[in-house]
Nanobody
């Protein structure tokens, strides 16, 4: 079992920055990847960024150059630093963790946090 708690969302003006946090607890050592997803109104959920247990990072094209995913192992927390935010970044952001339990891949989700980019 893994529990994820997101924080850091809010209202920001275009061009501004936010840092989202995803605090993990539980079977942390079994986590393979932690990802940030987002869902904008009327759109499908989109993968924004992923970091693996080995530290590899991947980004959606929309996030490259503006967002950075990182982790603090001491705090069991993954961050998503978002710079130069645009109105189209407005969405509900959720943290996802995947782990292999020896039999199947398991997915865990946090409760999510709203990001609104508007002047």
């Amino acid at each position: 079992q893994v529990q994820l708690v997101e924080s850091g969302g809010g209202l920001v003006q275009p061009g501004g920055s936010l840092r989202l946090s995803c605090a993990a607890s539980g079977s942390i050592s079994s986590i393979n990847t932690i990802s940030w997803y987002r869902r904008a109104p009327g759109k499908q959920r989109e993968l924004v960024a992923t970091i693996t247990s080995g530290g590899l990072r991947n980004y959606a094209d929309s996030a490259k150059g503006r967002f950075t995913i990182s982790r603090d192992n001491a705090k069991n927390t993954v961050y998503l630093q978002m710079n130069n935010l645009k109105p189209e970044d407005t969405a509900f952001y959720s943290c996802n963790a995947t782990l292999w339990n020896g039999i199947a891949w398991l997915n865990y989700w946090g409760q999510g946090t709203q990001v609104t980019v508007s002047s």
